[in-house]
T-cell receptor, first 114, second 115 residues
């Protein structure tokens, strides 16, 4: 089955710096890659997603890149702010005929120091 | 526009009791997914349901766990004869059509503690 690996497990950056989190996946049939932000005691919140027909997507300070050949995708956060501190999860899924389930990475704890 | 709702938010059970977790999907969503998050870990898929149908239960433990999504009312995740290892956060997500690469929106979770 699909396996998603996520690095680093923890990341500390200074406010205003950029943060990059990387994920690799094993199943070449995966075609949807969302990123979720989870704050303490809350449910995961979708922050950005990318589909396999696109190489890059940007939404204000957040961007995601996808390399299908290498089977990896990355989250980029620019101009980090203290409120960006949270746990970030990447995930991968295949299309409906395979069940649509999300396979998550283990998560990255991001700390933004002010 | 209410998001995914889960209740209770916190549930405490003694070993051997039953736990019932409820999930109401977003308005207009007919597909529900349940995930489990053990302490300090990522989320693991358990089951995917549509109204009155279980589509994929490949992540569900074979014993003691069951899920349903009736025609009327919320989806229910039921854990019988709970054990300490069932202590975790259980999250429900919903999507609009369940078609290709549908976006899943998560609820706030139910934190189950087994004493």
């Amino acid at each position: 089955g699909e396996n998603v690996e996520q690095h680093p497990s923890t990341l500390s950056v200074q406010e205003g710096d950029s943060a990059v989190i990387k994920c690799t996946y094993s199943d070449s049939a995966s075609n949807y890659f969302p990123w979720y932000k989870q704050e303490l005691g809350k449910g995961p919140q979708l922050i950005i997603d990318i589909r396999s027909n696109v190489g890059e997507k940007k939404d204000q300070r957040i961007a995601v890149t996808l390399n299908k050949t290498a089977k990896h995708f990355s989250l980029h956060i620019t101009e980090t702010q203290p409120e960006d501190s949270a746990v970030y999860f990447c995930a991968a899924s295949k299309s409906r005929e395979y069940g649509n389930k999300l396979v998550f990475g283990a998560g990255t704890i991001l700390r933004v120091k002010s | 526009n209410a998001g995914v709702m889960q209740n209770p938010r916190h549930l405490v059970r003694r070993r051997g009791q039953e736990a019932r977790l409820r999930c109401s999907p977003m308005k207009g969503h007919s597909h529900v997914y349940w995930y489990r998050q053990l302490p300090e870990e990522g989320l693991k898929f358990m089951v995917y349901l549509q109204k009155e149908n279980i589509i994929d239960e490949s992540g569900m433990p074979k014993e003691r766990f069951s899920a349903e999504f009736p025609k009327e009312g919320p989806s229910i995740l039921r854990i019988q004869q709970v054990v300490r290892g069932d202590s975790a956060a259980y999250f429900c997500a919903s999507s609009f059509s369940g078609g290709r690469t549908d976006t899943q929106y998560f609820g706030p979770g139910t934190r189950l503690t087994v004493l």
